[in-house]
């Protein structure tokens, strides 16, 4: 157990909806990823946050938002999902300053299907 | 460039085998150099990791080869069980003040009992 939690672990929805995924770091972490795995891409880095700031983006759509809360816990909000967006979608959290490197814990995962 | 290219996409190997995967990266800002573990129904997990400063780290039965000249670096695992069996990535993180990993596509290992 990394001791990242994500909900809801499955989540199976419509095109055209908008879904929210949750993840909560790890005690005492500020940095949060989220990353989304699929069978064509592999695992793609798509937000990172550090202690409620945006710190950088990857491959991320302009569908795809996300935000950090106060409390440290991470959203991930999808919109207008198409059937292309289906896919595992991680968090992670790692610890320290932005000048060091810490290993990024993930969570289990919450497995995204686009009907 | 911020690719990663690894492989083989899948390895079968004999319990007590040796399984290497291999990945290659361009960025040559690339400073930190992790494998990730994933096993079905599990988010990925950190193996094992190498700075370009040395050539080789080992632990335990797993090892990491570093050849910066080369832009190549190697996950061997000696002698492979069959709880071993499990989806391997290899990745890169980028310098600056973000630390998000770039990872290769995965290598899918099992090991025959």
């Known amino acids: 157990d990394s001791g990242v939690t994500q909900t809801p672990k499955h989540l199976i929805t419509a095109t055209g909806q908008r879904v929210t995924l949750r993840c909560s770091p790890r005690?005492?972490?500020?940095?949060v990823y989220w990353y989304q795995q699929s069978l064509d891409q592999g695992l793609q880095f798509l937000i990172q946050?550090?202690?409620?700031?945006?710190?950088a983006k990857g491959n991320i759509l302009e569908r795809f938002s996300a935000q950090q809360f106060p409390d440290l816990h991470s959203e991930l909000n999808l919109s207008s999902l198409e059937l292309g967006d289906s896919a595992l979608y991680f968090c992670?959290?790692?610890?320290?300053?932005?000048?060091?490197?810490?290993?990024?814990?993930f969570g289990p995962g919450t497995r995204l299907t686009v009907l | 460039q911020q690719q990663v290219k690894q492989s083989p996409q899948s390895l079968i190997v004999q319990k007590g085998g040796i399984s290497i995967i291999n990945c290659a990266y361009e960025n040559t800002a690339f400073d930190y150099f992790p494998w990730y573990q994933q096993f079905p129904g599990k988010g990925p997990a950190l193996l094992i990791a190498i700075r370009p400063d040395v050539s080789e780290k080992k632990e335990g039965r797993f090892t990491i080869s570093f050849n910066k000249s080369a832009k190549q670096f190697s996950l061997h695992i000696m002698d492979s069980q069959p709880g071993d069996s499990a989806t391997y990535f290899c990745a890169a993180k980028k310098t600056g003040s973000a630390r998000q990993l770039t990872f290769g596509s995965g290598t899918q290992l099992t090991v025959l009992p």
């Open positions: 992670a959290s790692s610890s320290g300053t932005l000048s060091s490197y810490n290993e990024q814990f």
């Open positions: 946050y550090y202690n409620g700031e945006e710190r």
């Open positions: 005690s005492g972490d500020l940095s």
